[in-house]
T-cell receptor, first 113, second 111 residues
Framework: AQSVTQLGSHVSVSEGALVLLRCNYSSSVPPYLFWYVQYPNQGLQLLLKYTSAATLVKGINGFEAEFKKSETSFHLTKPSAHMSDAAEYFCAFGQGGSEKLVFGKGTKLTVNP | EADIYQTPRYLVIGTGKKITLECSQTMGHDKMYWYQQDPGMELHLIHYSYGVNSTEKGDLSSESTVSRIRTEHFPLTLESARPSHTSQYLC??????????FGEGSRLTVL
C-alpha cells in the first residue's frame, strides 16, 4: 500500500540549530509529496510541495525539502531553527489519479532557547 | 490566509446526543474533505466531496454522515455520539491538486 513514514514522533533542537525532519515514501510510481505544518490549536497549512518539476523544493519560513528517488525520501530541513518553528509537521503523499492525500503520523518539533 | 471556518471549535457532549460539526469555506472550492486526527496517528480521511450533491466515504470507516447541498457548506453529523467518537475533526477544501486549505478543527469529547 502507498504510504509515508515519518521517522521520529518528536524532534528537539536548540534555537539556531539545523532542523531535519525525515519522511520516506512507499510507492511504485513517482508520487506528489507535501509537507504541512500545524501550529498549536490551528489547522494544517501547506509548507511546500514536490510535483516533479525540481528535486529541491523551497517553502515558506525558510524550509526546504529534497526529493531523492534512490532513497525514497523527502526530508524537510531548515538551516537555523527559530522559536516560532515549534509545531507539528506532517509529510503527505498524493498520486496521480487520486484526489486524496495520505498523511504520515506527524513529527512534533520543539525548539529550545 | 485560508477562508475556511469550523464550528464549534470545542464540544463536550454526553453519550447518545446528536451533533453536527459545521464547515464553511468562502473560496468557491468544489472539493471538500473531513479528516479525523488523533494524537500520534495519521490524519485519516473519513469523508470527501467533489461538488454539490456528491459525497463519498474515505479510507477510515466512520459512523458519521455528511451532506453537500451548497458549495460552501459541508457539515458532518453524528446521530448518536459515543466515547469512541472523541477526536479532533478537521475540515479542508481544495481547487484540486492536493493543496488543501484546512480549518482550525473541531475537538469533540463524548462523555
Amino acid at each position: 500500500a502507498q504510504s509515508v513514514t515519518q521517522l521520529g514522533s518528536h524532534v528537539s533542537v536548540s534555537e539556531g540549530a539545523l532542523v531535519l525532519l525525515r519522511c520516506n515514501y512507499s510507492s511504485s510510481v513517482p508520487p506528489y509529496l507535501f509537507w504541512y505544518v500545524q501550529y498549536p490549536n490551528q489547522g494544517l497549512q501547506l509548507l511546500l510541495k514536490y510535483t516533479s518539476a525540481a528535486t529541491l523544493v523551497k517553502g515558506i519560513n525558510g524550509f526546504e525539502a529534497e526529493f531523492k528517488k534512490s532513497e525514497t525520501s523527502f526530508h524537510l530541513t531548515k538551516p537555523s531553527a527559530h522559536m516560532s518553528d515549534a509545531a507539528e509537521y506532517f509529510c503527505a503523499f498524493g498520486q496521480g489519479g487520486s484526489e486524496k492525500l495520505v498523511f504520515g503520523k506527524g513529527t512534533k518539533l520543539t525548539v529550545n532557547p | 490566509e485560508a477562508d475556511i471556518y469550523q464550528t464549534p471549535r470545542y464540544l463536550v457532549i454526553g453519550t447518545g446526543k446528536k451533533i453536527t460539526l459545521e464547515c464553511s469555506q468562502t473560496m468557491g472550492h468544489d472539493k471538500m474533505y473531513w479528516y479525523q486526527q488523533d494524537p500520534g496517528m495519521e490524519l485519516h480521511l473519513i469523508h470527501y466531496s467533489y461538488g454539490v450533491n456528491s459525497t463519498e466515504k474515505g479510507d477510515l470507516s466512520s459512523e458519521s454522515t455528511v451532506s453537500r447541498i451548497r458549495t460552501e457548506h459541508f457539515p458532518l453529523t453524528l446521530e448518536s455520539a459515543r466515547p469512541s467518537h472523541t477526536s479532533q475533526y478537521l475540515c479542508a477544501s481544495s481547487w484540486g491538486g492536493w493543496e488543501l486549505f484546512f480549518g482550525e478543527g473541531s475537538r469533540l469529547t463524548v462523555l
